[in-house]
């Protein structure tokens, strides 16, 4: 039987090793294919260029040139020039999390790695081939869960105070972790300087909370839809819920042009964000027990 602070360390180190885990997944590092005369596939440009992608990271497509300067225009103007303020916001939360795109359609990455990966699928499937764990998105309209309003369990006032009960200490660091990735910026975005990128980087926190079912009331979610292009909603959900299906092109082209340490600047934003909604909700468990 374990105590309640093992089960709190134990949901911190399982929500930190899922973090570390999704980071090298989402920035296109893969299994290499070994022995039997085939080549390794390595995950670096030059394999990209192979596979058609285009020489110069971000910039794929003519698409992403466009989105990139839209971006850029809406930042330079503020959001005040942009945003309705008669909105429902809990409608604006439901049409936040829309997309488009399947994050589960085809092979993860360990699938296609062929051998050296063999003894890695028995960890995601049964002997049967089925998946052991499932995505599956979270609805707004379930009938057997609720949408988690932070101003009934949020993670300052509650969670925590509660971790730091559990482990001395343990909250207080997560908290810093938290708050030093969440207002990280060099104010730089793609090739301009001296930008205020809060929107858009507070754009990508916030979706990753909605798709993992946390309402903050204090949020205007109308920002979600006009910072983020849906090629960059489909990478952020997929890092964190099938980060197996990440690949290194779609690494590359997140559908708006970005500099490589500002991807990676994005892609940890998104699984900060998804790391303190899993200790939400797991916290918010335990302290109801």
Known sequence: ????????????????????????????????????????????PESSRAAGASESPGCTLIEGDEETTRVVEKLKRGVSCWKSDEVDMLEEFKKA??????????????????????????????SRGVEIVQHEDFSVHSKDYDIFHVEEYNWEDNAVPQLDRCYRGMGSLLDSEFRTMFNLT?????NEKEMDTQPFRHAIWFYVQRISG???????????NHMLHRGLKTYCKKVCFTPTMVTYEGFLDLGVNLAPEEKCHALLIALEARKQASLLWALRAMGQR
Do not use: H
């Open 1 to 44: 039987m374990w105590s309640v602070g093992e089960l709190a360390q134990a949901i911190a180190l399982a929500t930190t090793s899922q973090f570390l885990a999704s980071f090298v997944w989402g920035c296109g590092v893969s299994p290499e294919m070994v022995g039997g005369g085939e080549e390794g596939r390595s995950s670096t």
């Open 97 to 126: 999390g829309e997309v488009v795109e399947s994050i589960t359609e085809g092979e993860s990455e360990v699938e296609k790695a062929g051998g050296v990966a063999e003894d890695l699928m028995r960890y995601l499937k049964t």
């Open 186 to 190: 060099y104010n730089t975005f793609n």
């Open 214 to 224: 946390i309402f903050n009331d204090d949020y205007d979610y109308q920002e979600v």
